[in-house]
């Protein structure tokens, strides 16, 4: 089985810093990563993905996210933000269970850029 | 590409009452899932599909929520009858691999 923790609830921060939202995850298996992006009143938009391969991901928006197996974390970087990337943030694990390849996701970390 | 549809986008009902909401997936997804978000939370899977076949439906309250996939395309799930917990978003998603497309999500207010 899985399980994920978004180590930070809220995360404020200036417009044009850096921030890092953490995630850490646990599992008997291998597994994928993801992490997912929600605006309000929208669905979840994927942002990047780890399958395998470099451990250094990059996705959009300027977002980027290291997979640490011996720490067993993947958290999500981006050098600079922008007022629009005022959202909900979730890191996801997908991995084969006894019932299947399952996906479970954190309980998400608000990130509010302010100006 | 059209995304995944859902509907309705908003839905109030009063408790003991019955709704249903409606999923029209990505054409081609073979996989469909149904979560439940609650506010703050992150989603929680109560189905999943592959075609028109369940393959994980252990959180499913079965006393309560039913869903079908009928042709292995659209979708609906249905609560009867709902509780005050039930409020939530429910989010449709539907995949090809391991990445997931989510639609916009139903929220669902019981009152």
């Known amino acids: 089985a899985q399980s994920v923790t978004q180590l930070d609830s809220q995360v404020p921060v200036f417009e044009e810093a850096p921030v890092e939202l953490r995630c850490n995850y646990s599992?008997?298996?291998?597994?994928?990563l993801f992490w997912y992006v929600q605006y309000p009143n929208q669905g979840l938009q994927l942002l990047l993905k780890y399958l395998s391969g470099s451990t250094l991901v990059k996705g959009i928006n300027g977002f980027e996210a290291e997979f640490n197996k011996s720490q067993t974390s993947f958290h999500l970087r981006k050098p600079s933000v922008h007022i629009s990337d005022t959202a909900e943030y979730f890191c996801?694990?997908?991995?084969?269970?006894?019932?299947?390849?399952?996906?479970?996701f954190g309980a998400g970390t608000r990130l509010f850029v302010k100006a | 590409e059209a995304g995944v549809a859902q509907s309705p986008r908003y839905k109030i009902i009063e408790k003991r009452q019955s709704v249903a909401f409606w999923c029209n997936p990505i054409s081609g997804h073979a996989t469909l899932y149904w979560y439940q978000q609650i506010l703050g939370q992150g989603p929680k899977l109560l189905i999943q599909f592959q075609n028109n076949g369940v393959v994980d439906d252990s959180q499913l309250p079965k006393d309560r929520f039913s869903a079908e996939r009928l042709k292995g395309v659209d979708s609906t799930l249905k609560i009867q009858p709902a509780k005050l917990e039930d409020s939530a978003v429910y989010l449709c998603a539907t995949g090809d691999s391991y990445e997931q497309y989510f639609g916009p999500g139903t929220r669902l207010t019981v009152t």
């Open positions: 599992s008997s298996v291998s597994v994928y």
């Open positions: 996801a694990v997908s991995g084969i269970n006894t019932g299947g390849f399952k996906t479970i």
